[in-house]
C-alpha cells in the first residue's frame, strides 16, 4: 500500500474578532484542522500580542453545542428544518403581526457582538429600517451609551470619542476603566500592559481611581479608592481646582470651545472640601492630581465602563473630556486626540469642521416615557413593553448576537417577559437563556467562516490602522453568510417574498450607499455617476463590496482614480499583517460637526443635569453597595460554552474586604446571600482587601444552566447572574443607560 500524502499546512493571517483590541492573529491550518493559533509577529497594531480569548476561537469552531443550521421550536420540541422552510415560518408568523399591531410591535435587540461584526455593521441598518419600529435596544444603552452621548453634543457625532494617546503621553488618569482587562474599551489598544509599563518607564504617571484594585490599578503609580457612582464629584472638583488656582490653560484650542466661563460657574459648589465626604478622597489629594493633570507635559483623563454605567454617567464622561480641553491636552499629541478612520467615520465624512450635530430623539417608549437616543430605546424598557397591554405593545422580537436574558437589569422579570411573546426569531449561534424563547433560531457560520474589518474600533484607535481579513475555512454546503441572513430577514419585514434571494436586497442596499455618497456635499465623488461606481466595484458582492466603497471614499481612499495611490479593498488583501496609516494628529475644527463649528464645553442640556448632581451630594451612603466587573477570559456572557476560558478557578465569586465580611460574618469560600430592590442570588465568598469597605463586586454575565438552554460546558460553570440584583426602573437620564453600579445590597452568610 502506498501511504496516503499529508495534507500541507496553511497559515492565515487574521484579526482576532472578539474583543475590541483588534489583535493581529497566525492561524495554522491542516485541511479543516486548526493545529495552531498565535500573535503574528508581523501585524503592524499588535506585533505579535494576544489575550487568552484568541485560543478560544479553535474550540469556537470546533464546539458542538454551536449551531450549525436553522432551528424551529414546535411543541416545546427543537428541530432542525432548511434554510427556505425557516424563512417561510418567520414570513408566515411575523407578517400577520406587523399587519395587525403595527410596525411598533415589532422589536429588535442588538447585542454587543454585532459591533465585531463586518456583516452587522453593515446590515443591521437595513433590517431596522425596513421593519420601521420605534422599538430597537442594543446593549450601548447597557455599556456606553453614556460616553456617545456626551461626545455627540461636545463634538457632533457619537463616535467622535477623543482618545488616549497612550504610546505619547506622559500622565494617564484613568476612571472606571480596566484596560489591563478589557484590552482598552472605546480605546483599542492592544497589549496595554505593556503599553503602560512603557509610559512608566520613560518617567510618566499613571493614576487609577476606582472601588476595586483593580489589574490596571497594580500596575499604575497611584491607585485611589473612590466611593462607587461619585467620579463625577471628583471630576467636577478637579475642574473647581483648575479655576481656583489659575490652571486652566487651553492653549491652542481657546478659539475652538464655546462656554469656558459657564463651566467655572458650574463648578463653583463643587470644592475638594465639598465632595470629599461623597468620593472618599481627601481635599490635598484632589489638589495635588488636578495639578499634575495641569501641569504634566503630556496628559489624558479616560473614562470608561464603570464611569457610563452609573447614575452620572454621561456627566462622568462629558467631564474627562472637559478637563482634557481646559488642560490644553484635547486634540494634542500625548493627550487625547481624534482618530482618522479609514472607513465608515461620520467625522471624516462630508464638509469638515460644521455639521448639524446631534439632537435628543423626539419618540419615545410607550410605557415609561423614556426618550430615543440614536434612534434606539433604552434597553430598561424592553421588559415592560412587552408586558403592558394596550396600542403598540410588543409582541414579536428578533435577537441578533444578544443575550439581555443575562445582560439586562432585573433578568428575572425580563425572562419571564420573553415567555409572553407571540413570536420570536434569533440570529444566534448558540441556545442560550435568551434565544431559548425563541421559535425560530438562524445560526450565521463559525466567526473563522467570516471576512472581518473593525469598522467600528478603528474609529477608537489609538493609532490610525486598516486590516481586512478574509474567511480562514470556507463555508460548509447549503450555509448561508451573516449578511444574507439579514437581508432575507429585510426581504420579509419589508414585506416582500420570503424567498427573494439576498444579493437582489444586496444590490439595493449596495445602490442606495453610493447614490447616498455621490449627493454629499464635500465627498471625494461629489456628482459622479453613481451606475459607474457600482461597475467598478464588480464582481464583488456583500460586505466586501460596501467595505470597498466606504474605503474608496474614505480619507485615505483612491476616490476611484482621483487619488491614484489611495487605499482600496484590494490593497489591504495584498498586506495581510495589516497597514498602518500613522499616529493620530490634531483634528480640530476639521472633525467637528457641531452647528457652531466650535467645541461645546457647557451643552444646555448637559447643563440642566448638573443640579441633579449637586444635590447628591447631599444624599446618605448606602452601608453596601455592589459593582460589576469583567474578566480576561470573559466576553460578557457569549463566550462561556469554551473550556479554554472557564478552567481554573471559579471566576464568579462575591469580592468582599476583610473589614465587611468580618462585620457580616461572612467566610471565605462560604456561600453569602446577596438581596436588593430588584432580587436575590448567592455566590461563593472571595475576602480580599482589593475591595473599598463597603463595596462588593460580582461578575457580569454569568447565571448559565437555566432549563431549556444548551450550552453544556457553560451549565458546568453557571456562577450567577448579576443582574437578577439590578433594578430596571432607573436610568441616567441623559442617555437612558441603565445604572449598573452602585446597587445598594444586603450581605447574610448561608447557612
Given at each position: 500500500?502506498?501511504?496516503?500524502?499529508?495534507?500541507?499546512?496553511?497559515?492565515?493571517?487574521?484579526?482576532?474578532?472578539?474583543?475590541?483590541?483588534?489583535?493581529?492573529?497566525?492561524?495554522?491550518?491542516?485541511?479543516?484542522?486548526?493545529?495552531?493559533?498565535?500573535?503574528?509577529?508581523?501585524?503592524?497594531?499588535?506585533?505579535?500580542?494576544?489575550?487568552?480569548?484568541?485560543?478560544?476561537?479553535?474550540?469556537?469552531?470546533?464546539?458542538?453545542d454551536r449551531l450549525r443550521g436553522p432551528m424551529l421550536r414546535q411543541g416545546g420540541q427543537w428541530r432542525?428544518?432548511?434554510?427556505?422552510?425557516?424563512?417561510?415560518?418567520?414570513?408566515?408568523?411575523?407578517?400577520?403581526?406587523?399587519?395587525?399591531?403595527g410596525r411598533d410591535a415589532v422589536a429588535v435587540y442588538l447585542g454587543n457582538p454585532n459591533v465585531h461584526n463586518l456583516s452587522g455593521q453593515l446590515y443591521n441598518t437595513p433590517l431596522l429600517r425596513a421593519l420601521g419600529t420605534r422599538n430597537i435596544y442594543t446593549a450601548s444603552t447597557l455599556d456606553q451609551m453614556p460616553k456617545q452621548v456626551s461626545a455627540g453634543y461636545m463634538f457632533g457625532t457619537m463616535l467622535s470619542i477623543p482618545i488616549p494617546d497612550v504610546d505619547r503621553a506622559d500622565y494617564l488618569l484613568i476612571l472606571g476603566a480596566n484596560p489591563l482587562v478589557s484590552n482598552g474599551s472605546l480605546m483599542t489598544a492592544p497589549d496595554m500592559r505593556g503599553r503602560i509599563r512603557a509610559l512608566l518607564a520613560r518617567g510618566g504617571r499613571v493614576v487609577v481611581v476606582d472601588p476595586r484594585r483593580t489589574r490596571t490599578a497594580a500596575e499604575a503609580s497611584e491607585h485611589l479608592f473612590i466611593h462607587p457612582g461619585t467620579d463625577p464629584h471628583f471630576l467636577f472638583a478637579l475642574v473647581h481646582t483648575l479655576f481656583a488656582e489659575g490652571l486652566v490653560n487651553p492653549a491652542h484650542l481657546t478659539e475652538h470651545l464655546n462656554g469656558i466661563e459657564e463651566l467655572r460657574a458650574l463648578a463653583a459648589p463643587f470644592t475638594p472640601e465639598a465632595v470629599a465626604a461623597t468620593c472618599g478622597?481627601?481635599?490635598?489629594?484632589?489638589?495635588?492630581?488636578?495639578?499634575?493633570?495641569?501641569?504634566?507635559?503630556?496628559?489624558?483623563?479616560?473614562?470608561?465602563?464603570?464611569?457610563?454605567?452609573?447614575?452620572?454617567?454621561?456627566?462622568?464622561?462629558?467631564?474627562?473630556?472637559?478637563l482634557n480641553a481646559l488642560t490644553g491636552n484635547l486634540d494634542r499629541p500625548g493627550g487625547a486626540l481624534f482618530p482618522r478612520a479609514a472607513a465608515g467615520a461620520r467625522n471624516t465624512s462630508g464638509l469638515p469642521g460644521t455639521g448639524k450635530g446631534i439632537r435628543p430623539g423626539f419618540k419615545k417608549s410607550r410605557v415609561r416615557g423614556l426618550p430615543q437616543i440614536y434612534g434606539e430605546l433604552p434597553t430598561v424598557c424592553l421588559a415592560e413593553e412587552i408586558t403592558t397591554p394596550g396600542d403598540g405593545q410588543v409582541r414579536a422580537l428578533i435577537t441578533i448576537a444578544g443575550n439581555p436574558a443575562l445582560s439586562a437589569p432585573n433578568g428575572d422579570r425580563l425572562n419571564a417577559a420573553l415567555g409572553q411573546l407571540d413570536f420570536m426569531v434569533s440570529v444566534d449561534c448558540y441556545l442560550n437563556e435568551t434565544t431559548r424563547h425563541a421559535d425560530v433560531i438562524l445560526p450565521p457560520p463559525s466567526p473563522l467562516q467570516r471576512a472581518h474589518y473593525d469598522?467600528?474600533?478603528?474609529?477608537?484607535?489609538?493609532?490610525?490602522?486598516?486590516?481586512?481579513?478574509?474567511?480562514?475555512?470556507?463555508?460548509?454546503?447549503?450555509?448561508?453568510?451573516?449578511?444574507?441572513?439579514?437581508?432575507?430577514?429585510?426581504?420579509?419585514?419589508?414585506?416582500?417574498?420570503?424567498?427573494?434571494?439576498?444579493?437582489?436586497?444586496?444590490?439595493?442596499?449596495?445602490?442606495?450607499?453610493?447614490?447616498?455618497?455621490?449627493?454629499?456635499?464635500?465627498?471625494?465623488?461629489?456628482?459622479?455617476?453613481?451606475?459607474?461606481?457600482?461597475?467598478?466595484?464588480?464582481?464583488?458582492?456583500?460586505?466586501?463590496?460596501?467595505?470597498?466603497?466606504?474605503?474608496?471614499?474614505?480619507p485615505y481612499g483612491d476616490a476611484f482614480g482621483a487619488r491614484p495611490d489611495g487605499l482600496t479593498l484590494a490593497q489591504l488583501e495584498a498586506a495581510p499583517h495589516g497597514i498602518d496609516l500613522g499616529p493620530l494628529q490634531p483634528r480640530i475644527p476639521e472633525v467637528l460637526r457641531t452647528?457652531?463649528?466650535?467645541?461645546?464645553?457647557?451643552?444646555?442640556?448637559?447643563?440642566?443635569?448638573?443640579?441633579?448632581?449637586?444635590?447628591?451630594?447631599?444624599?446618605?451612603?448606602?452601608?453596601?453597595?455592589?459593582i460589576g466587573r469583567r474578566d480576561l477570559r470573559s466576553n460578557n456572557s457569549w463566550m462561556h460554552n469554551l473550556h479554554v476560558l472557564v478552567k481554573?478557578?471559579?471566576?464568579?465569586?462575591?469580592?468582599?474586604?476583610?473589614?465587611?465580611?468580618?462585620?457580616l460574618n461572612l467566610a471565605e469560600g462560604v456561600a453569602a446571600r446577596v438581596t436588593s430592590a430588584a432580587g436575590s442570588v448567592a455566590a461563593p465568598v472571595h475576602i480580599t482587601d482589593e475591595m473599598m469597605p463597603g463595596v462588593v463586586s460580582l461578575p457580569h454575565g454569568w447565571g448559565h444552566g437555566v432549563p431549556g438552554s444548551q450550552m453544556r460546558i457553560a451549565a458546568e460553570h453557571a456562577g450567577v447572574s448579576i443582574n437578577r440584583l439590578i433594578p430596571d426602573d432607573a436610568v441616567d437620564p441623559l442617555s437612558g443607560n441603565a445604572i449598573l453600579n452602585a446597587i445598594p445590597v444586603t450581605l447574610a452568610p448561608v447557612k
Open positions: 500500500m502506498t501511504p496516503s500524502t499529508p495534507e500541507p499546512s496553511q497559515v492565515t493571517y487574521a484579526t482576532c474578532p472578539l474583543c475590541e483590541a483588534t489583535c493581529g492573529l497566525e492561524i495554522t491550518t491542516t485541511g479543516r484542522q486548526i493545529t495552531g493559533i498565535r500573535g503574528d509577529p508581523a501585524d503592524v497594531f499588535s506585533h505579535g500580542y494576544i489575550c487568552p480569548k484568541a485560543y478560544s476561537l479553535k474550540e469556537l469552531d470546533a464546539d458542538p432542525a428544518v432548511s434554510w427556505d422552510d425557516a424563512f417561510a415560518e418567520i414570513a408566515r408568523r411575523l407578517t400577520p403581526i406587523q399587519q395587525q399591531y478622597i481627601t481635599p490635598d489629594v484632589t489638589r495635588r492630581i488636578a495639578r499634575e493633570l495641569a501641569t504634566a507635559p503630556r496628559a489624558a483623563v479616560y473614562t470608561r465602563i464603570g464611569a457610563c454605567t452609573q447614575q452620572f454617567g454621561t456627566l462622568t464622561s462629558w467631564l474627562g473630556d472637559v469598522l467600528a474600533f478603528y474609529q477608537l484607535s489609538i493609532r490610525n490602522i486598516a486590516h481586512y481579513s478574509p474567511p480562514v475555512f470556507p463555508r460548509e454546503s447549503g450555509q448561508l453568510d451573516e449578511w444574507e441572513i439579514l437581508l432575507r430577514l429585510t426581504a420579509i419585514a419589508a414585506g416582500q417574498d420570503a424567498t427573494i434571494p439576498a444579493a437582489v436586497i444586496d444590490d439595493m442596499v449596495a445602490s442606495q450607499l453610493v447614490q447616498r455618497e455621490v449627493r454629499t456635499a464635500g465627498s471625494p465623488v461629489e456628482g459622479r455617476d453613481s451606475a459607474e461606481l457600482l461597475a467598478a466595484l464588480q464582481p464583488r458582492r456583500g460586505p466586501e463590496r460596501l467595505l470597498d466603497f466606504l474605503l474608496r471614499t474614505g452647528p457652531s463649528g466650535k467645541v461645546e464645553l457647557a451643552p444646555p442640556l448637559i447643563v440642566a443635569d448638573v443640579e441633579r448632581l449637586r444635590a447628591a451630594l447631599d444624599h446618605p451612603r448606602p452601608p453596601v453597595v455592589l481554573g478557578d471559579d471566576p464568579c465569586v462575591l469580592l468582599v474586604h476583610p473589614q465587611d465580611a468580618a462585620r
